[in-house]
T-cell receptor, first 113, second 115 residues
Framework: DQQVKQNSPSLSVQEGRISILNCDYT??????FLWYKKYPAEGPTFLIS?????DKNEDGRFTVFLNKSAKHLSLHIVPSQPGDSAVYFC????????????FGGGTRLMVKP | NAGVMQNPRHLVRRRGQEARLRCSPM?????VYWYRQLPEEGLKFMVY????????ESGMPKERFSAEFPKEGPSILRIQQVVRGDSAAYFC?????????????FGPGTRLTVT
């Protein structure tokens, strides 16, 4: 049972344009969501998070939107830069399981110069 | 201010051998999580440990896999009698007590290849 899903395995965007990465979840108990960025041969790096009491969180070029009724969140990157090319994972901690993270399958973002 | 350390970074084992993966958490962190990433997939939780205790091992295969986090030294993920399907990237993350889930810092991973 995949509780966090990222339905787009890849996304290609022109430099300077907006990148929108999507994530859906099924577990209504999730109350916190995180986005991680991962370069090849490196571990995931925390990018931005959002609590379920909010519907938006912004940090520089990165904004995460949460739609609880649709069980959907999205990460917006604007403007996109070539250095943003990486795999992005959304994740949610299981409060009933020591906060272990449940990850989506990832979306590979390619930003073309 | 070292981050989470994992070694080795790359490990090659023949089928039937044992693999030992090590993780040193960040200073001050007493919680360790192990995740596995199979090719073209997301990370899957394996086990959650605190010092000298396994808290949750619901993601660990029932056989051949074990983990420990001793009072002194790194956390060890041990895979006995490896098979080709064990080939994956294994990531360790650490956190401080009482954090809310986003405070998990990941190591660079160990890439296990079983030949």
């Amino acid at each position: 049972d995949q509780q966090v899903k990222q339905n787009s395995p890849s996304l290609s965007v022109q430099e300077g344009r907006i990148s929108i990465l999507n994530c859906d979840y099924t577990n209504s108990m999730f109350d916190y969501f995180l986005w991680y960025k991962k370069y090849p041969a490196e571990g995931p790096t925390f990018l931005i998070s959002i609590s379920s009491i909010k519907d938006k969180n912004e940090d520089g070029r990165f904004t995460v939107f949460l739609n609880k009724s649709a069980k959907h969140l999205s990460l917006h990157i604007v403007p996109s830069q070539p250095g943003d090319s990486a795999v992005y994972f959304c994740a949610a901690p299981r409060r009933d399981a020591g906060n272990m993270l449940t990850f989506g399958g990832g979306t590979r973002l390619m930003v073309k110069p | 201010n070292a981050g989470v350390m994992q070694n080795p970074r790359h490990l090659v084992r023949r089928r039937g051998q044992e693999a030992r993966l090590r993780c040193s958490p960040m200073k001050g962190h007493s919680h360790v999580y192990w995740y596995r990433q199979l090719p073209e997939e997301g990370l899957k939780f394996m086990v959650y440990l605190q010092k000298e205790n396994i808290i949750d091992e619901s993601g660990m295969p029932k056989e051949r896999f074990s983990a420990e986090f001793p009072k002194e030294g790194p956390s060890i993920l041990r895979i006995q009698q490896v098979v080709r399907g064990d080939s994956a990237a294994y990531f360790c993350a650490s956190s401080r007590p009482g954090t809310g889930g986003h405070e998990q810092y990941f190591g660079p991973g160990t890439r296990l290849t079983v030949t």
